[in-house]
């Protein structure tokens, strides 16, 4: 099923941008999980549009309402549905969206996929705006990956022009990603974030938007996770990361670096730590053949410019099959990298829980 | 299935690099296709190992046999498997790997992952070895999308230090990637060949190994392929790469160079082309919001340097679990980036098809 | 995914009897179709409870709210999802049930599936009131297969010790089937429906229920539709029907008869009615090898008593871990049989339709 | 995948009755089992053909070779293929096949199915000749379901007139399970057989053929396996048991029965015996609410007699289109369901594994 993730813990998300409300149906979770729902409102809260003015001004609580699955305050094992009304829509600002095409957007490819009958009105099913429940089902299946002592952390690698510095491959602390959590623009190195949010107020100034780029780090996870074919952890990861709009490149360990590096270079020596295996260097992100090995899992992803721009685009009209020219409408963020990070942080979080419930199925069964 | 690919055309691979066959099932092919099999050998035979001094000396013709799904010169619709046997083996060579863990291997998150009972000679399933029934499936899913006018082609973009330059990204021709095809170390720019090569062989004289680049276009998809949530064409095309052994990193269009980009300098702008809808740049790769706009689909992965070098490494043994050091005996590649071209464009043929043959159940329901 | 069902089309379902709501997710369906809402009403008006004396006193309108998925009064193909609020329950009715468990119900077995954490009310999950929502799926899917001129119908075949004549093997009318809908018991004997009513206040009468049979035929399939392994049309529609709580039994064509009798009384022999091909008898309820045929399918299903009697049972609480006597409390039906008609003609039509768009890939692919 | 069941443990078949070789890639299997190749023999050896004077005279001694997935005598926990090959075809007996459609044989719609182009030969992939793969599997997941002490038996409760006696539904002795194995004709009252083969060997002698009932019963299954929706016990079974050729009806417990019965005859009270659960009757068949009980799991399903007879029959032939009579030449079995009784246990063993595998996930979460 398309809008189905997940062989274990199944997600299902449904809703458009400005149809009735959005939400997700969160099938396969563990009987007995008591949910902390003031964390998922606050990773709810992160991912939120209008909080500040490298946002769009959409105003948007996200208040969710939980329609079944969760009984005497604990999980039932049966699917849990969420849902999330949408409030703050200006339908009016997206009539030209059903035939002027935005440069960079679904409306073409929609309307062509769809035989022109989708929901245009701000992106529809396409919107950023579903990534909302992804948020939801995140951040649950992070405190059920938490009993397990996994946690996942995620930081701005980059917007535009201003760099931070890379997670420390061997693994951080958790404490650090509990920081990140509360930062506006999460970074590093503390002296970026003016900086980005500079790079981010000036595209806006310019009528433009700018992109960047987001690191992620997996701690705790054991060694033996994954399968070679055609289920690599890279595979479910990049699978899920792919349906994140705005997402063009998923990378692992050094990545695209290791195109112009030798073996001897790459290669990440396994030593006892006391009785527990390590690797010295950690290159290749915590994964080989597809496989945990028991190192902390280190990718990074580029985030794309926002497409919706205000400055006048070339495109065309499908109504009178002639080139037009076009000025979006509507509120846009001038960058979406910010507010994707939690959505990383969450597509992390539910990808490793379903890998994670999978592979209690498997060993054990030895003479 | 862990080991099974596809929604509509199903690919299931089995064996191991020192078994007794490799091989694959093929379900879901539509029924009447006559299949040309000189030209599945010559894809098999790019891949095959044992042809020049860049690769292993291991000999294998890799020769198959049909053993079901084909009668009287077509198709039946009902499974195809061939078996590949395996023939060159010296697996004493690889007594050590039983217990001596290769860095950048499999072999330690493996025999965590089968709790040890997983066959460590040459890899097992892990190997690349494991790629030729990849190889056969995909050039059985060129023929089948050739008659819908979709091709494939793909050329090293990197080897080391030296690069070639990109596609075309509006469209190459189809018969450059002919002619790419005849060529030891595809590349665009002819005079990087030799350079190439000599990256490669100046590697395997200081007993190491060097990774590179492969960039990919798939010609002639009609717009309208794919899905928003949670199949978008870049999640399955990844999935199925990150799938083939030593990928670490996947983008599509100007993938991570988006991120010190703006807006304006990303969206491609739309024009009809007569009455075709095209872009006039395609930094998206011709994919929007996951599903294809008309425009050729560029994407570009990276190949880690050969985990296997002859060099003297430090790694575990399981044994004794204590450290020590290793030197690798066995055949194994200097850099595998050549030998995984026409990998990549198999692995892109067979998740095309899929994509392709799902498609046909949308559309013409409306009133 | 445990609670979603088709390949093409994916229908899942979610809530409990007692939770806030029930609903669904349906996924894959064609982009532009124009829904009859009254139409889908009438259906679930069939299934609502407390219609008469022979239902439970349970009042639900089971109303309905469209939340995404629908747009413009077309289908957009991206999910539609729907949600139905349970307004009328008696909770404190099921206290007993968290610790007393129910002969015939899940109470016990779901106790052991969710380790307790179920939500035991009214059965929970496991609820017939889960089928709502399976209804408005089967709605939309026969208003899809209605375009494709496939209509299905369905009677009560028997109740206790009164039974109903046999659908006409090779076909009754789509006219019939919508008279049928229009019948409180729907029979084909108009003189048994006051003789079945007499069967089910007798039982209700004793404190007890009674089971029955419901035959179904599904009209204007074309030949071809199915797969020999492992997804036969009678594989697919025996899974969904025997997810409809009750169903214990699932017979195509003569079905169980068939065990007396010999090949040549059974074999349907083709003939060609003008240039269409048909058989002269259907004993094999118009599927061979698991592939229909173009003749009618027939089947015919057994729903069990109501496990839910007024009658004093022998039973163990699980708190106290001995065994107890138990009064079910609360309100039920004497027989189900005749609300599961509308339940099975909607599992009938939507995994016809999840086999319908599935076939569209095959074929046309020859030289 | 049409041709690949299960979720967890995935069983993919592949072959045509007169092809090179006919198999099975089974994937998923854990690793580090050690089986037991005389007792698989013996599983196959029970289905092979030409035994005797109630079977085809086709002679198959069914000998496997396994291509992978098997090493150093344990299972690798990688896919293991098997193949078999095709030996004693007479295929030109199958000529006519190709243009004389045979009454109750997939002939016609299979040649619908597949454009045509399927093998017609014995059947091809419709052929009962493709449960020899799915004996070999369910005789592997029968050993490891062994470790876990659950057992599977089945005897013919039918052939034409002659009934043995139910199994005791609450259970019987693993014992008895294999002294069935060893029957010809497996039953239960030793009086029936020769009865029975008096059935088989009157309907051969008119050029007829016999059709019969199999029941099973499933020992030791743990309670709280299986799902509410769409995933019941019953689903799944049924689903594999419908992609056993010639399986027209399945039913669980009383299964049909139940129709004329009332809810205070077909409960099954709870009763503590000891700690444990049980039930004082099995009118449920061990599964309540899709979900298992504790209890032995009881099933029946009707084998339709075999379509191939010698008989003179009207039918139609595609080349000319026009009615025909038509005489089946080749060789094929009166009665195929005692040749059946090992291909239900068998598919039986595979459902149970995966949906045992799959129950692992669960649970344990709890706070």
């Known amino acids: 099923m398309n809008n189905t993730f997940g062989y274990h813990a199944g997600l299902t998300i449904f809703g458009e941008s400005h149809g009735k409300a959005i939400g997700a149906v969160l099938d396969g979770l563990p009987a007995g999980i008591s949910i902390d729902w003031d964390a998922v409102r606050q990773e709810m809260a992160r991912r939120a549009p209008g909080r500040n003015a ?3 001004a959409r105003q948007e609580a996200d ?3 939980i329609e079944s699955g969760y009984f005497n305050d604990h999980t039932t094992g049966t699917p849990l549905c969420v849902l999330i009304r949408n409030n ?16 960079g957007h679904a409306d073409y490819s929609g309307k062509v996929r769809y035989d022109g009958y989708n929901d245009y009105r701000g992106g529809g099913h396409f919107s950023g705006r579903i990534t909302a429940p992804l948020v939801f089902a995140g951040a649950i299946a992070s405190q059920i990956l938490a009993r397990e002592s996994i946690c996942i952390g995620a930081h701005i690698l980059r917007i535009g022009q201003v760099a931070d510095r890379h997670f420390a491959p061997c693994g951080e602390s958790p404490s650090l990603f509990q920081q990140l959590k509360q930062q506006t623009l999460p970074v590093l190195d503390g002296t970026k974030a003016a900086l980005m949010e500079q790079e981010i107020l000036t595209a806006k100034s310019q009528l433009d938007s700018v992109g960047g780029l987001i690191e992620g780090q997996i701690l705790g996870l054991p060694a033996g996770l994954g399968d070679p074919f055609f289920d690599s952890v ?3 990861l990049s699978h899920m990361f792919f349906s994140i709009p705005a997402v063009k490149g998923v990378a692992f360990g050094d990545g695209f670096d290791m195109a112009s590096h030798h073996g001897s270079e790459i290669n990440d020596s396994f030593y006892y730590d006391g009785t527990v295996v390590r690797t010295r260097t950690n290159h290749n992100g915590g994964i080989n053949g597809g496989i945990t090995n028991g190192m902390p899992v280190n990718f990074h992803l580029v985030i794309k410019p926002t497409a919706s721009i205000s400055k006048e685009q070339d495109t065309i009209d499908t109504d009178t099959q002639a080139d037009c020219k076009l000025v979006i409408k509507g509120r846009h963020d001038p960058c979406i990298v910010q507010r994707a990070v939690p959505v990383v942080e969450a597509a992390t979080a539910w990808t490793i829980l379903d890998i994670f419930l999978g592979s209690r199925k498997t060993g054990g069964a030895h003479d």
């Not at 703050?88 to 440069?103: G, I």
Request: proline share 4%; glycine share 0%.
């Open 88 to 103: 703050d829509q200006h339908s009016r600002d997206y009539d030209q969206l059903r035939h002027m095409m935005r440069p």
């Open 63 to 65: 208040a969710f309402e």
């Open 234 to 236: 890279e595979s479910r």
């Open 54 to 56: 490298m946002s769009t």
